[in-house]
Each structure stands twice: as structure tokens, then as C-alpha cells.
């Protein structure tokens, strides 16, 4: 969890015989489906930060390109991958922590709905908190990479053993359903069909998707997120007296704050569960706009308004958060690799408000060369077989292109 007052103990717990001995439910299935676990990677303090930092190794900086980020909270899963010091791993995700670091290392990565991977046993901030889950996926090198780790988890039956998780196995017809509607696009008897979200309407990407407002769902994520006013993160930097890293700052203030109390959070649960039934209403009306009689298949977003983020500036998650709210499925694809000689400043772009102003003012071509740039193919819940298949689809189409 990246907390100093957790080095020699069982998450702070000072002589917990589970220490080095505990596994969870997670660890346990890998183990049994043959899977060697050899290190243990990075992650910032509290987990709740797109950028990977404590106070045990300081910041975890991206391989190809050591001005920028590995992203975060999985970064330093993401960045030993990259560098092959590992065929593939897992992450947590409750709100973009899979994908961001997928983005920024130029792999890909999935973050299924909750229940879908165990997280029985692991470690986690403000445990208890279930109104936005936190889940764990993989991510590898390829789409294959997922499919493999992805089934050889569903294949040790996880729901035997966390009472969360979902009893459902993984599901070669949905997969084999996508490939036939590839191939039957291919010889123009189909047709597969996505949106593109061009724009959440707050922070301007690079590049029509119009759903209810993602400045709703990231207000409403944000105040899940805070709803303890965190007393939880305050509580374990204080087992060691050690700072939090700055990077925090967006999500942790010095001290903590007032925290909801049952009728607050029930209501902000509402609130959720609006949002939801909107957003499932509109995809559903897509089957009016895309000619195949069906609502589309999935729609594409960015993960950040960058390619990959400068130290400390990685201050805006609405690309990501969303997804966490609805409980979606989200699967990042490697796009392209910045290059300054063609993806230069525009000099003439007008910003959409004062924070789209101040992440295009932080654009430098130069500190951003070489830098990888992710897409996410977002599709509805439990639909991780679909989202793998059409990944190595599209994946397939970008580098032949």
C-alpha cells in the first residue's frame, strides 16, 4: 500500500502473525493455476492517485521516457511489464488505476465490472467503502495476455472462495459472437458499431458519443471518494509519522475532513443509481443511430488528456472515473507514440474552461516525445470476453494500418 508504517508488519498491525505468511484469494488461484510470483511492484500511498509515489522509493518514473509518469496506482506493475520484467500482472482499479498506467506504458489493460476478479484478502483503502468497489484486473502486452490471465483465474472458480465474486465463468460463446460479427463485417454481411466520445465536454482531447454529463459522474465519484474525509489514509501515514507525497494533494488535505454521515451517503447512492439508469437508457437509444438495429458495441474515450503525465500534473481522472461509477467494463488499447515533429502545440485552440486552459498550457512537445498514447474501449457490464476480443480486433487494425 506504500505506507512506511506498514514496512515489517501486517498492514500496520504490529506483530499480526499473518504477516508474510498471508495470501490472498487472488495470489492463492494464480499459484494453483501455475502462475510464479516473483516481485511485488510500486504503488502510491493510499492507492487513490494517478501517479505512482511514497515514501519508501519516491516516484516510479515511465521507462521509455523518464520527464513523465508511469501512471498510477498500478505503475509500477505498469512499468515492469513494459520493460518485459514481466509477462503480465494485476492492478486495482477504482478509478482508473488499470487503465492509466495501460495508457501510459503502451500496454494494454482491463478493468472488468466488481465481482468479475477476486479481491478477497487484499489490501485495500477505506475498506468497506462499496458505493464505487475498487477491482482488480491485468494487464500485458497483448489481448492474449489478458485472455490467459483472465481465464485462469475464472478457471479456480473464485466464487468458491470470495463471497463477492460473481459465479461466472469465462464465456468462449460471447467471445466466439464477437468474432463472428468481425467476420461477417469483413465480408460486408455485418456490421459492428461504436461511438466515439470526442469530448466529455470538460477537458478537450486530442480528438459522437454524447451520454448524460460526465461532470455529474465525476462530482459524484469524487464524494465517494472523500466520503470518511480521510481518516483512513490520515490514520496509516500517521503509524510512521511520514508525510504524504505531494502528489496527494488533489485527493488528501492536511488534515481530515468532516465525514458523511448514513443519511448523506444514502443519498449520494441514489444519486449513483440515477446516473446509472440514464446512462443505460441512452446506450440502449443507440440502436436508433447506428443501422444495425442494435445499440452499439462499445464506444472509445480517452484514459487522460495527455499521452502520459509530467510529475505532479496529472490532475484530471473524468476520462476514467466514469467507468468506475457504472460498474462498465474497460479494456485500454496502445495506439501510436507522440511524436514532436508532428504532434506540436496548437497555438490557436480555445479551452473549454480554466482546467482544459491549464492542461494545454503544460503541453510540451518536446518533454512528450516518444511517449505512448492508449485509447479505452469502453462496453457495458460483465462483457470482459466481448472487450478482450474486440481489442485484439482493433489492435490488430492500428498496427497494420
Known amino acids: 500500500m506504500g505506507y512506511v508504517g506498514w514496512v515489517g508488519t501486517f498492514q500496520g498491525q504490529k506483530g499480526d502473525p499473518r504477516r508474510l505468511v498471508f495470501e490472498s484469494e487472488l495470489v492463492k488461484e494464480l499459484r494453483s493455476a501455475g502462475a510464479v510470483l516473483h516481485c511485488k511492484t510500486s504503488v502510491p500511498a493510499t492507492l487513490m492517485c494517478p501517479q ?32 518485459r520484467g514481466s509477462a503480465g500482472g494485476f492492478g486495482t482499479d477504482i478509478g482508473g488505476s488499470v487503465r492509466v498506467p495501460a495508457a501510459f506504458n503502451g500496454l494494454y489493460g482491463i478493468r472488468p465490472s466488481a465481482g468479475r476478479i477476486p479481491y478477497e484478502g487484499a489490501a485495500n483503502s477505506m475498506d468497506g467503502q462499496n458505493s464505487i468497489t475498487s477491482v482488480v484486473g491485468p ?24 463471497p463477492l465474486a460473481i459465479e461466472l465463468p469465462w464465456r468462449d460463446e460471447a467471445e466466439q459472437e464477437v468474432l463472428d460479427l468481425i467476420k461477417s463485417s469483413a465480408a460486408g454481411k455485418g456490421q459492428l458499431s461504436f461511438g466515439i466520445m470526442s469530448s466529455d465536454d470538460y477537458i478537450q482531447p486530442v480528438i459522437e458519443w454524447k451520454p448524460p454529463s460526465h461532470q455529474k459522474a465525476l462530482e459524484l465519484a469524487l464524494a465517494i471518494y472523500t466520503l470518511d474525509g480521510g481518516a483512513d489514509a490520515h490514520y496509516q501515514f500517521n503509524l510512521s509519522g511520514e508525510p ?19 443519511q448523506q451517503i444514502a443519498a449520494i447512492n441514489v444519486a449513483k443509481r440515477e446516473y446509472q439508469k440514464e446512462y443505460l437508457e441512452y446506450w440502449n437509444s443507440t440502436s436508433e443511430l447506428t443501422g444495425t438495429g442494435r445499440p452499439v458495441d462499445g464506444f472509445f474515450c480517452p484514459v487522460a488528456p495527455f499521452p502520459a ?15 468506475n461509477l457504472l460498474d462498465y467494463g474497460s479494456i485500454v488499447i496502445p495506439v501510436t507514440i507522440a511524436d514532436k515533429t508532428v504532434d506540436t502545440v496548437d497555438a490557436g485552440y480555445d479551452p473549454l474552461n480554466d482546467m482544459d486552459k491549464a492542461i494545454h498550457d503544460e503541453y510540451d512537445a518536446d518533454i512528450y516525445d516518444g511517449a505512448h498514447v492508449g485509447l479505452q474501449l469502453v462496453g457495458r457490464r460483465f462483457q470482459e470476453e466481448r472487450l478482450i476480443a474486440l481489442a485484439e480486433y482493433a489492435g490488430h487494425a492500428v498496427r497494420t494500418a
Open 52 to 83: 505512482t509515489a511514497n515514501n519508501i522509493i519516491d516516484y516510479t518514473w515511465n521507462p521509455k521516457n523518464r520527464h513523465l509518469s508511469s501512471g498510477g496506482s498500478s505503475g509500477g506493475e505498469g512499468a515492469l511489464i513494459i520493460l
Open 139 to 162: 494487464l500485458a502486452t497483448t489481448p492474449g495476455g489478458l485472455k490467459l490471465l483472465f481465464k485462469s483465474v475464472l478457471s479456480q472458480k473464485p466464487w468458491l472462495h470470495d
Open 309 to 323: 503525465a509530467q510529475r505532479g500534473k496529472a490532475n484530471y481522472a473524468g476520462y476514467t472515473v466514469f467507468v
Open 244 to 262: 504524504p507525497m505531494p502528489e496527494l494533494d488533489i485527493f488528501l488535505k492536511e488534515s481530515p475532513g468532516p465525514q458523511m454521515n448514513a
